[in-house]
């Protein structure tokens, strides 16, 4: 909350929805049913390294698929449409508007990811979205700055050593497997090959927790 506020959301996505990271990310309000309580999920942003831009792509089984949500995660969305119309009133024309243009390099179609704020010219082949985890100024909240966020958790939170983003979807994994959801559910919302991965998952994070559990005797023992 104090470090950087716009990360909280796509935290919250991927607790209570099992979103990768640059799923969270690339989740645009044109996927979001608040009626029907679902998300559909049809692409990721990531970083190229060797172009030195965002790009947006598919997902990483290249799948579109259907996570539905609870009432939590509603209110979390509702409240976000919220803060981000009266971030717009307050900005104006410094808002800032999100991106994408298709670029073709041989035999291959990507598209690069950009945002500009009101006052610039918006160039002919540039076409709008409107993603759902934005920064106060309405610029897309990028897995990098994420990535930076949760070292930062890693660092100073006691109880989260190690921690990283990815780490949101075994919990949501191991969650719902241990409160009695089918695995083949579970292996559909999070978008696995093969429900094995599902329930690997859950085993080690399972075993994880039991070895934490047996570590309490250490404390009993006065060894901690």
Same mark, same amino acid.
């Given at each position: 909350q104090d470090y950087n506020p716009p990360a909280i959301l796509p935290i919250q996505i991927a607790y209570y929805a099992g979103l990768r990271i640059?799923?969270?990310?690339?989740?645009?309000?044109?996927?979001?049913?608040?009626?029907? =309580?679902?998300?559909?999920?049809?692409?990721?942003?990531?970083?190229d390294?060797?172009? &030195? *831009? #965002?790009?947006?792509?598919?997902?990483?089984?290249?799948?579109?698929?259907?996570?539905?949500?609870?009432?939590?995660?509603?209110?979390?969305?509702?409240?976000? =449409?919220?803060?981000q119309l009266k971030n717009r009133m307050q900005y104006?024309?410094?808002? &800032? *508007? #999100?991106?994408?243009?298709?670029v073709k390099d041989k035999n291959r179609v990507y598209y690069e990811f950009y945002h500009l704020d009101g006052t610039e010219n918006v160039p002919e082949d540039y076409k709008e979205i409107s993603f759902v985890c934005l920064r106060p100024n309405g610029s897309l909240e990028l897995p990098s700055t994420l990535g930076i966020v949760c070292r930062k958790i890693a660092q100073k939170l006691d109880g989260f050593e190690g921690f990283h983003f990815h780490q949101l979807r075994h919990t949501y994994t191991s969650n719902l497997l241990a409160n009695g959801a089918a695995p083949k559910d579970v292996q559909e919302l999070l978008g696995h090959s093969d429900v094995s991965t599902t329930m690997n998952v859950y085993a080690h994070s399972t075993r994880k927790a039991k070895r934490e559990s047996a570590k309490l005797l250490d404390k009993v023992a006065g060894n901690d």
């Open positions: 640059g799923e969270a990310c690339g989740l645009a309000w044109q996927d979001v049913n608040l009626e029907e =309580q679902c998300l559909t999920i049809r692409r990721s942003i990531r970083y390294g060797s172009r &030195h *831009k #965002n790009i947006i792509g598919p997902t990483k089984r290249k799948k579109v698929r259907i996570v539905d949500f609870g009432d939590t995660l509603a209110e979390i969305l509702r409240n976000a =449409q919220k803060e104006g024309e410094l808002y &800032h *508007k #999100n991106y994408y243009r298709e």
